[in-house]
């Protein structure tokens, strides 16, 4: 059985992606950091499917402690898969936040930049020895990055997305030696729990959204982790190097 490993997976876009796998016949660890509720929630969807699946604790802000979690999932893949390799891994944990450029505090720029760019940096690097030739990876950007999703407020959190972007194709040359396949998705605006719940707590905004997208609506979490799992499985092994996004037509 192949298995995947997905950061963030308590809820929204990483929550669908870990079940959307699990349906597709693999086994997958999940992570999760302040909401293990999300994650046992995760598990237990899986679980019903006939799937099997691990929740672990990981703060990908914090890569000092990416050697113990590389154990964890080692102890996990044993017990569960009888393996010591892994097959994907898709780096989703992360937050959003909005500020205005003039208002763009230095502690706010750090974190984004600890958690969105430098986690997902430097957890590929730590679990790469265990990730099987021939397997893939996803990284979760956004379109705030790219001309179509150019809103205001978005300077730091799209300038370190778009890092990943980058960092997506020199993985994808680098890693082409062991036929690792690196691709990143970049979605839409979605209705998750990202920026403390900003879709519960200002519906408001959604009408406007749904105008500027071409497909009449705003994303759902599985609009992006079906295709995520379709990305990493067969059917994706011809894509590399690519960074698609993922919006309905979002500004078409």
């Known amino acids: 059985m192949r ?3 997905v950061t ?3 809820s929204g876009i990483g929550q669908s992606a870990a079940i959307q796998i699990a349906k597709r016949g693999e086994g997958v660890i999940l992570t999760y950091n302040a909401n293990r509720a999300g994650a046992l929630d995760t598990v237990s969807a899986i679980e019903k499917d006939g799937g099997t699946a691990v929740a672990l604790p990981l703060d990908v802000g914090r ?9 964890a999932v080692v102890a996990a893949l044993r017990e569960n898969w009888q393996r010591d390799s892994f097959d994907h891994l898709v780096n989703n944990a992360g937050f959003g936040a909005t500020a205005m450029f003039q208002d763009t505090t230095e502690e706010l720029f750090d974190r984004f930049m600890r958690v969105l760019f ?3 940096y430097f957890l590929t690097q730590t679990l790469l020895p265990l ?3 021939g397997g893939a990876v996803v990284n979760v950007t956004s379109n705030s990055a790219l001309t179509s999703g150019l809103e205001p407020g978005y300077s730091a959190y799209a300038s370190i997305k778009g890092g990943l972007t980058v960092l997506t194709r020199y993985l994808a040359k680098e890693l082409s ?3 690792i396949r690196v691709n990143s998705v970049a979605p839409g605006a979605t209705r998750t729990r990202i920026s403390d719940n900003a879709f519960e707590r200002f519906p408001e905004v959604i009408p406007a959204i749904a105008a500027k997208t071409a497909l009449g609506r705003v994303g759902e979490p599985d609009d992006i982790g079906m295709f995520i799992a379709t990305l990493v ?3 994706g092994r011809w894509i590399t190097a690519q960074n698609i996004e993922v919006s309905g037509g979002y500004n078409l």
Do not use: M, Q
């Open 177 to 179: 030696t062991r036929g």
């Open 118 to 120: 430098k986690g997902p």
């Open 233 to 235: 499985s067969e059917e």
């Open 131 to 133: 990730l099987v030739d």
């Open 3 to 5: 298995v995947s490993i």
């Open 63 to 71: 890569s000092e402690t990416f050697p113990a979690f590389r154990e």
């Open 8 to 10: 963030g997976a308590g």
